[in-house]
């Protein structure tokens, strides 16, 4: 499965951006989707993750309430809503699939096999 994320870019505290995650596989919609993040001197941290389906999803406490994960398997690709961004929120971010297809969401970076180029979101306050 090979991955690419897009859509970051430059913000003002309090907007708005909308990630996208590009998959070329067509089984896609078999694999359980995850964004991470790293911000400079800080280790990679969950995001948020969603089910194959799509018809569950997790956050991270830090991001509840501001940002929705979602996917659309007809086009093999996961988005990532961000709103009421905060500085704090800057950072590379990644979107990721599980390495065994029709497995659980996690929360754990090492359960997922495949990973995009990463796209950088910063957040000027």
């Known amino acids: 499965v090979q991955l690419q994320a897009s859509g970051g870019g430059l913000v003002q505290a309090g907007g708005s951006l909308r990630l996208s995650c590009a998959a070329s596989?067509?089984?896609?919609?078999?694999?359980?989707m995850g964004w991470f993040r790293q911000a400079p001197g800080k280790e990679r941290e969950f995001v948020a993750a969603?089910?194959?389906?799509?018809?569950?999803?997790l956050y991270a406490d830090s991001v509840k309430g501001r940002f929705t994960i979602s996917r659309d398997n007809a086009k093999n690709t996961m988005y990532l809503q961000m709103n009421s961004l905060k500085p704090e929120d800057t950072a590379v971010y990644y979107c990721?699939?599980?390495?065994?297809?029709?497995?659980?969401?996690?929360?754990?970076?090492?359960?997922?096999?495949?990973w995009g180029q990463g796209t950088q979101v910063t957040v000027s306050s």
């Open positions: 596989a067509r089984t896609f919609s078999t694999y359980a």
């Open positions: 990721a699939a599980k390495s065994r297809q029709y497995s659980q969401y996690s929360q754990d970076s090492i359960e997922y096999g495949y």
């Open positions: 969603i089910n194959w389906s799509g018809r569950n999803t």
